[in-house]
Nanobody, 124 residues
Framework: VQLQASGGGLVQPGGSLTLSCTVS????????IGWFRQAPGKEREGVSC????????YYADSVKGRFTISRDDGKNTVYLQMTSLKPEDTAVYYC??????????????????WGQGTQVTVSS
């Protein structure tokens, strides 16, 4: 299984970006896909996750109301639409194929399949 994250960039505070995670090597609807981020000097944190099996979407409190996760099974792609971006959203964003429990609590394991990460910088 391979995951390819893309769509990062430099954006001003209050701006928007949409990240994409394209999955190959397995059917997208087999496992939940989560987004995680890691800022310099900080631990990795869960941002959002989507599960087709449960129909659930999950968000960290820090991004609720600003980020929206969605999936296009035909394109084997999961999207993270980010709006009202803040400087504290600056981080490398990773997507990962996680298990159902990990999706609900936004935890990814080293044994999960991870993409390579895409940089998001929010700055004026």
């Amino acid at each position: 299984v391979q995951l390819q994250a893309s769509g990062g960039g430099l954006v001003q505070p209050g701006g928007s970006l949409t990240l994409s995670c394209t999955v190959s090597g397995s059917a997208l609807d087999d496992s939940p896909i989560g987004w995680f981020r890691q800022a310099p000097g900080k631990e990795r944190e869960g941002v959002s996750c989507i599960s087709k099996n449960t129909g659930g979407t999950y968000y960290a409190d820090s991004v609720k109301g600003r980020f929206t996760i969605s999936r296009d099974d035909g394109k084997n792609t999961v999207y993270l639409q980010m709006t009202s971006l803040k400087p504290e959203d600056t981080a490398v964003y990773y997507c990962a194929e996680v298990n159902e429990f990990g999706c609900t609590v936004l935890i990814g394991l080293p044994t999960d399949y991870w993409g390579q990460g895409t940089q998001v910088t929010v700055s004026s």
